[in-house]
């Protein structure tokens, strides 16, 4: 008893105030997505609407988290159960025979008549009974444990969330993938047709004798490399094209998409608001939060567990060894039992669960703070990414506009019969690799707006969070049965 009241435990401080503003963004509130589809709308592609909507009815990543959910709810309801009444019907019937080698010799010689000596004796007992059993949560360690699992129920529903959120990101990059690699594709094949023609020329030129062999080996060199690109090609769309049939829940042989360029895709506007305001879109934060507050009840339930248990056992019932007479008053029997046990001596066993979940509430608010710079580091590599990706874009734009015009005055050389094949060569692969360029730069474009969607919490709200905290604890009240 002495022990336990020295056992007092304050929560520490877990706050971690976020900043005022993003580096890379307006200090402004911004409001959050109503649901993922208000983001994917500004792409302006009903393929890829129709491809999230079916990725979030279909992927067996979110199946399995809701699956998880239902885990964690009947994990909850179990941790409950010490906090109501346990009641158990008995019923049974037992036939005995007792040999009268067990009888005493005084009940022998009381027993025997004459010469004769008993045989066996058989006798019947009937019982049916309630027996119930409740123990009093005078300190709250019972209430504690059912706080700590409902708390844990919760984060699988953030949990849930955020493997939704990372779906809908998944998708999103594929598709981007598999536009932009037919832009590649198309690209090589152009690039492929223009340093053939170029090489037939040069093959015309050293047929009439005014070119060499060389200039056409190095020529076949450009034209080799740019066919060599297109298997990788080739195979990346194969790649991400299954890849995103597994994502939708479908077999990859039977799945082919639509579109057919990334430029067509319009570029969305994101506004990503105050740094407060992130915190609360991300359901990943939630659910570390939530972790925090479930081991907080945790380590109040070792607390309690110092402090004596009070039970209270009660039977009620009917009794008899002629099964006609098991409904009579005179059958009843009842028991009542009260039991207090104070623990004294367990081998420091009490007192180290103590300490391990105090170690574990230490862990888990590094995490929670851990997880609050991850969210505030993510947006703000986002909106880089977003901001230098645009820039990056436009100065390749320049230097594909540049390179043609290089190129095309070298063609020109060409035709007039004054052509440096070294320098024909030069533009030619300077044009073809910033044409690539251009496209990845493109791809990395929208996948920096894919990865702000997802900083942002993919229209996870605060509402959202209080509807699934409501449905989980509605689910709870349900199965509780007919106690208060």
Known sequence: MLASCNLGWTRPDTSLPPPERFRAA???SAPPFQGPQEFIGQFRSGELSQLVDEALAKNYD??????????????????????????????????????????????LAASQTGLQTPGATRT??????????????????????????????????FDRSTVEISTVAAVLNAYFQVLNTRDRLRIAHRNVEIAAGVLEALRIRLAV??????????????????????????????????????LLGRMPESFDLRGASLVAIRFPALQPGLPSEVLLRRPDVAAAEARLASQEFSVLQARAAFFPSITLTGQYGVQSIVFKNLMRPEAIAWQILGNAA????????????????KAKFAELTASYRKQVLTALSETENALTAV????????RQSEAVQNARIAMEAAQGRLRAGTIDVVTLATTQTAYFQ??????????????????????????WTPTTRDRQITMANAAFTADRGPWP
């Open 434 to 459: 910033n044409q690539d360029t251009l496209e990845q730069v493109r791809l990395a474009r929208y996948q920096a707006a894919t990865s702000l969607y997802q900083a942002l919490g993919g229209g």
């Open 387 to 394: 901001a230098k990706s645009t820039e990056r874009l436009q």
């Open 209 to 246: 004798g005014t070119g060499t062999i060389l200039d056409v080996a190095q020529q076949a060199t450009v034209l080799s490399t740019q066919q060599a690109a297109i298997p990788q090609l080739e195979q990346i769309l194969i790649q991400q094209n299954n890849l995103l049939a597994v």
């Open 124 to 157: 019947n007992l009937s019982k049916l009974g309630l027996s119930v059993s409740y123990e009093f949560d005078f300190w709250g360690k019972n209430e504690d444990a059912s706080k700590a699992a409902r708390l844990l129920a919760n984060a699988t529903r």
């Open 26 to 28: 307006a200090p402004v």
């Open 342 to 357: 104070q623990p004294l001596f367990d081998g420091d066993n009490l007192h180290s669960q103590y300490m391990l979940q």
């Open 62 to 107: 979110i199946a399995a988290a809701v699956a998880r959910i239902a885990e964690a709810d009947a994990t909850a309801r179990t941790a409950s159960v010490s906090l109501f009444p346990l009641m158990t019907l008995n019923t049974s019937t037992q036939r005995t025979q007792t040999p009268v080698t067990a009888i005493t010799p005084a009940q």
